[in-house]
Each structure stands twice: as C-alpha cells, then as structure tokens.
C-alpha cells in the first residue's frame, strides 16, 4: 500500500464549495435581508453541478463517472455488508456514495432551476423574472422548498456515511477529499491534480462574485426608480429593483384620495374592501369624503381595476391570499399578511416622530407612492436625536 493521490485538485474544490454553498444556502433562506447571497450561490451551485458532469467524462480516473456508475443491486449488496459491519473498501467512491453523490447531483439542479421560477415568479427578479404568475410559482416555490429539504437529509445520509466508513476501513475520508490521497495498493491508477483547471475554476468563481456583489447588485439599485428620493445603502440593502410590468396610475384617484393621507394603492386590499370603502365615503374612518355619485363610481373603477384579487405585485397576492373570503377588511393594517410582515417591528420605532401611524407606508417604503412595496426600498428611519431640553 502507498499514498496515492485519489482525487484532483477540481474535484476537491467542486466539492468543498458545493458543501460551503449549500451550507449557505440555508443560512440564508429565511426573510429578505440575505437574499443577493442565498440567490448567488444558488447560481453557483447550478454552475458547480455542470462543471461536475463535465468532469465526470473529462477528469481523472477516480472522478470519472465510469469509475462509479453502479447498479441497483450492486449497492443493495453493499450497503447490507455496510450493515453486517464488513464491507469491502472502495479506493475510489462506493456503491452508497455513488449513490449519494448521483440524487444530490438532481436535486442540485432541480432545487436550483425551481429557485430560478420562484425568484422570476414570487419576487419578479432573476432570470425568470415576468415569466411566471405569483400563483405559478407558489406550487414550484413548494417543490424548492421540499427539494432543499430532501438533499438537506442525502446530505446527512451522506455524512453518516462517510464517518461509518471512515471507521469501518480505519481511514478519515473528509481528510482524504481535503488532500486527495489515499493509502492504495501498488497498479492503482494516480490522479493528476489539473491544478490549471482548478486555477481556471477558480478564478471564474472569484469572478462571477466579484461581479455579482461589485457591479450586479449596485447597479440595480442605483437604477431603481426611487434612488435619489432616499438614501438606500447598497451595502447594507443589497437588494434588486421591481421589474415587473409598471403598476396603472390615476391622477383622479390621486387627487380625491391623497389629501389627508398618502393614496394606497388599489392592490393593496380586494375589491369587496374598495367597494364597502367607497359605499360608506359619507363615512370615512369618521369623516365625509363628500365625494359625488360619478366622482365616486370613476374612483371605485380604479381600485377594483387594479385590487389585490388582480395579483399585479408579490404584496397584492400575498393580502390577497390571507385575507379569508368571507372578511372584507377596511384597513390594510388589518390584513393577516401586513401584520404578520410587521410583527417584529420594534415599539420605538413605531414611536418615531417620522412614522407616527402604522398607515404611513412612506415612512419605511421608499416606493410606497408606486405602489411595489420592494424589499430593496424599505428601510426604517432612524429615531431623530432626542433634543436636550424639554
Ligand atoms: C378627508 C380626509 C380623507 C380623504 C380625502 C380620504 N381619506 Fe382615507 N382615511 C382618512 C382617515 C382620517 C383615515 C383613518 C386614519 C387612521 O385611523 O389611521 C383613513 C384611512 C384610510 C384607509 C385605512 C388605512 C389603514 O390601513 O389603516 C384606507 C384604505 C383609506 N383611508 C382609503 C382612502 C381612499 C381610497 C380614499 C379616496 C377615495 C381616501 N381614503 C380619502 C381620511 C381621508
Ligand atoms: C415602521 C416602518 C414601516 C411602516 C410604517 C410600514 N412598513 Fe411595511 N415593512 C416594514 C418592514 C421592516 C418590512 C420587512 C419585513 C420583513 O422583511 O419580514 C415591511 C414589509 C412590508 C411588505 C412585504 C414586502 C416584501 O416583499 O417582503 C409589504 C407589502 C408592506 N411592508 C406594506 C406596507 C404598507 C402597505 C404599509 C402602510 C399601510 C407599511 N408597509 C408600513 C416596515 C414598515
């Protein structure tokens, strides 16, 4: 027996940035904030996966996909040995790993392209971006989620694994995909590093990254339609524009709702909400709008045109699927949705002279004039210092 070097330089790295990535994105699946990140190495992983069946053909020997193209009852029989505790060793990768290593290929690429129609359909960013309905990519956005969470157990399937054999053969095999080598008999044939190959991947990752967090993000936030109207640190928002179509206006609806309070967009609340706002104008949230018949007929168009039954913004289906069928909500701080995305809040900053009321979305929304309501403009102001004398 002699060390070897088992596995190249490319596989190595393939698979320590495929674990990190994978590692990262769940760390990163929950809420907004992370979301440039959770999106990138989504992407990248897409990216390792096709390197990976490249390679497959095109490595050295132990990498190649012939040398561990296993059938069924090949792997049946392994892992009873595995079982009985004496299992044969493998130099390059056993009939479980194989086997591991070919499911988690496929659900890379599935939870990847189904990621892909969930930003394009939930957010309307992304490659995909308008191609799909909110509601398209609800069912796909479940079929992500399930997918992340079935690799999630391959992938500790695969470690339980790799420290069962590691015991069984008296060897550390995480060590062994960290230096490639491996104790193996004399004829066993060597890998060569390729190190200009892992060179080339790595200089492509470290390029699309610098790419995606130096110019990517930046850029479309200084493009975002409510840049300049407020300081939106990139840094610390990185977050992309609303792509989708541009929302209907009405300078009526403006004019006749916008006096006392900043105008809601229709999307926000369903249409039976704007037609009992509109049948009780006399009685507005105390107050007579003394709006007359046609004023109100031609206002109440807009709203129902562009209510959240129509599904326009991420926003609209969201109230609208939270909001039960039975409820007709007067207040858009009312709707499910909206308390459920404000929840954790904090009191003071509700307190802040610059919030003052739940109702004053412009507060904390950049682009609650336009109606979008996207993650990259919302920031909560900072309370103003408090003055020294009282
Ligand atoms: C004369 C002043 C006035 C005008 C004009 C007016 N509103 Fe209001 N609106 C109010 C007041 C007062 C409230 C209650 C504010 C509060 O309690 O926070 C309110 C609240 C609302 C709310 C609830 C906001 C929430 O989620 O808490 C909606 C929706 C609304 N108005 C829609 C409209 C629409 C649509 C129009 C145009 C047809 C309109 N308003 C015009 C005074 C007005
Ligand atoms: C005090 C600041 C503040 C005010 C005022 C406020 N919001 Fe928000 N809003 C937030 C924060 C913070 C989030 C992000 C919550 C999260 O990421 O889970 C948010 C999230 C949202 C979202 C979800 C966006 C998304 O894609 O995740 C919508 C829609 C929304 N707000 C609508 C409104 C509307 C409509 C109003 C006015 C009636 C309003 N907000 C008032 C702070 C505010």
């Known amino acids: 027996m002699q060390r070897t070097l088992i596995w190249d330089l490319p596989t190595r790295l393939f698979h320590w940035t495929l674990a990190t990535s994978f590692a990262l994105a769940w760390l990163t699946s929950e809420g907004d904030r992370w979301r440039s990140i959770h999106v990138f190495v989504g992407y990248l992983m897409l990216a390792l996966v096709v390197f990976r069946l490249t390679w497959g053909f095109a490595g050295s020997h132990f990498s ?16 009873k040995q595995v ?66 969470i079935l690799m999630l157990l391959v992938v500790f399937g695969h470690i339980a694994g790799v420290v069962v054999e590691s015991f069984l053969h008296r060897e550390n095999l995480a060590r062994s995909m960290v230096t490639g080598f491996k104790m193996a008999a004399a004829g066993t044939p060597k890998a060569s590093a390729h190190k200009l190959m892992a060179g080339v991947m790595l200089l492509a990752m470290l390029g699309f990254g610098g790419w995606w967090f130096a110019y990517a993000i930046d850029r479309q936030v200084d493009e975002a339609p409510w840049h300049g109207s407020k300081e939106i640190s990139a840094a610390e928002e990185p977050h992309v524009k ?22 809601f967009y229709p999307a926000l609340l369903p ?34 045109d562009n209510a959240a039954d129509g599904h326009q913004t991420e926003a609209a289906f969201k109230i609208d699927q939270s909001v039960p069928k039975n409820v007709t909500p ?55 210092a408090v003055p020294a004398s009282k």
């Open 242 to 263: 609303f792509v989708g179509k541009a929302l209907p206006d009405s300078a009526q609806w403006r004019d006749e709702c916008g006096s006392c309070h900043a105008v």
């Open 83 to 148: 079982v009985r505790g004496r299992a044969d060793r493998h130099v390059g990768h056993n009939p479980a790993g194989s086997l591991a290593i070919y499911v988690l290929l496929a659900l890379a690429v599935l939870v990847g392209l189904t990621g892909i129609v969930t930003l394009g359909g939930d957010e309307q960013h992304g490659l995909a971006a308008t191609w799909f309905s909110f509601s398209q990519a609800l069912l796909l956005k479940k079929v992500h989620k399930a997918g992340a």
């Open 271 to 304: 249409k039976r909400s704007w037609q009992k706002i509109m049948a009780d104008q006399s009685d507005h949230f105390g107050t007579d709008l003394g709006l007359d018949a046609p004023t109100t007929a031609a206002v109440l168009r807009f709203l129902v």
């Open 64 to 79: 190649r996909f012939s040398t561990f193209w296993f059938g069924p009852r090949e792997t049946a029989v392994y892992l």
């Open 330 to 384: 007067l207040r858009i701080t009312e709707t499910p949705y909206w308390i459920r995305k404000h929840r954790e809040i904090a009191a003071s900053d509700w307190a802040n002279p610059l919030v003052k009321s739940k109702a004053n979305c412009a507060a904390c929304h950049a682009d609650a004039d336009a109606g979008t309501f996207e993650d990259g403009a919302m920031q909560i102001p900072k309370a103003p």
